[in-house]
Nanobody, 128 residues
Framework: QFDLVESGGGLVQSGGSLRLSCAASGFSLNNFAVGWFRQAPGKEREGVSCITASDRTTNYADAVKGRFTISKDNGKNILYLQMNSLKPEDTGVYYC?????????????????????WGQGTRVTVSS
């Protein structure tokens, strides 16, 4: 069984920081690109950041560049998202998922031939 479990969300003031974690089981983060996606109230889900299986490539949405950092611990099979200088517009539910990731690609891995795995989400609320 493939599973992703997020943690680390919470309530933080504008300008604060949070670190999200995503523990994978049933598959290795050494073998799959993974990413973070978020959905704000009343908005569509959007890609936030991704990292390739090899760790060689990362990609970030323009809205979070310079503030968020994605990383993973392959030994522990955990994906992280360090979020600094948080803004109210960062509020939403954050999901980790297997991803398609490249210098110009940040999307959920979905469709025939892809392993599509989603976490249950963790809520981030940034107060102004």
């Amino acid at each position: 069984q493939f599973d992703l479990v997020e943690s680390g969300g919470g309530l933080v003031q504008s300008g604060g920081s949070l670190r999200l974690s995503c523990a994978a089981s049933g598959f290795s983060l050494n073998n799959f690109a993974v990413g973070w996606f978020r959905q704000a109230p009343g908005k569509e889900r959007e890609g936030v950041s991704c990292i390739t299986a090899s760790d060689r490539t990362t990609n970030y949405a323009d809205a979070v560049k310079g503030r968020f950092t994605i990383s993973k611990d392959n030994g522990k099979n955990i994906l992280y998202l360090q979020m600094n200088s948080l803004k109210p517009e960062d509020t939403g539910v954050y999901y980790c998922a297997t991803a398609l990731c490249g210098p110009h690609e940040l999307a959920v891995a979905t469709g025939p031939g892809y392993l599509e795995v989603w976490g249950q989400g963790t809520r981030v609320t940034v107060s102004s």
